[in-house]
């Protein structure tokens, strides 16, 4: 179960910060000020591959065994599975089989996750941008990165988190950074690469700019040797 919101209390200071920021962000995303992005090919245009196929294949499956494809459609829906070529192709095979949130693949294209007082969820097969923008007041902003695909070795996170949290999920191989951010999640230079920290070479680095109102930065990491997940949990408090 995830963590109430909240961090350290509030004193008369911190909670004009709170108002004003909050005021700020409110603003800001009413004006689509969060929605200025990196330029990269949208999910749908991104290569499938085998795995990816596979699971459209298993929903297809399912699908004719309760009586939802005829035997004609299936076997027609399998063979444009097996030569798709974009992420795209496959998600239209399933589009009319299975709710949104149930979908093989994810692919709304959004650069950009918000919570206000509730929970919000990017978890499945779904792509991470390589620039996305997290912001989560008085909720919680979970990313799970288990199973997702991501569009670059170094993905930025511009997190601003007013009594909210934002929780990560991260599959072995994955590392995340956590870094204080003296602004909210922006466009312009803010959000352009900075010089990346050292990495492993080959390993896929996830970098987090968190701007922080008693707000939270948990990051959840398998155990070792079959202890289960969410084993770990590095939790950076701003």
């Not at 961090?7 to 000020?33: E, I, N, Q, S």
Request: aromatic share 4%; net charge positive; proline share 7%.
């Amino acid at each position: 179960m995830l963590p109430k919101p909240g961090g350290r209390p509030l004193t008369a200071d911190r909670a004009g910060t709170l108002r004003a920021t909050l005021g700020m962000v409110t603003v800001l995303v009413k004006a689509g000020y969060f929605l200025g992005m990196t330029s990269r090919p949208p999910p749908r245009d991104l290569r499938a591959s085998d795995a990816d196929r596979e699971r459209v294949v298993k929903v297809l499956a399912e699908a004719a065994g309760d009586g939802r494809l005829t035997l004609e459609e299936h076997a027609e829906r399998v063979q444009r599975a097996y030569h798709a070529r974009t992420l795209g192709e496959l998600a239209g095979l399933t589009e009319d089989l299975v709710a949104p949130s149930a979908q093989p693949l994810r692919l709304d294209g959004s650069r950009s996750v918000a919570a206000f007082f509730t929970t919000q969820r990017r978890e499945g097969r779904w792509v991470v941008p390589d620039r996305l923008v997290v912001t989560a007041v008085g909720g919680h902003v979970v990313l799970d990165l288990r199973e997702a695909l991501l569009q670059g070795m170094h993905t930025i996170v511009h997190a601003t988190l007013i009594g909210g949290q934002l929780h990560l999920l991260v599959p072995e191989g994955v590392r995340v950074v956590v870094t204080d951010a003296k602004y909210p999640g922006r466009v312009g230079a803010d959000l352009q690469p900075s010089p990346a920290p050292a990495n492993i070479p080959g390993s896929p680095l996830v970098e987090v700019r968190a701007f922080t109102v008693a707000g939270r930065v948990r990051v959840h990491t398998p155990r070792r040797k079959g202890s289960g997940w969410l084993g770990r949990s590095r939790r950076q408090e701003r």
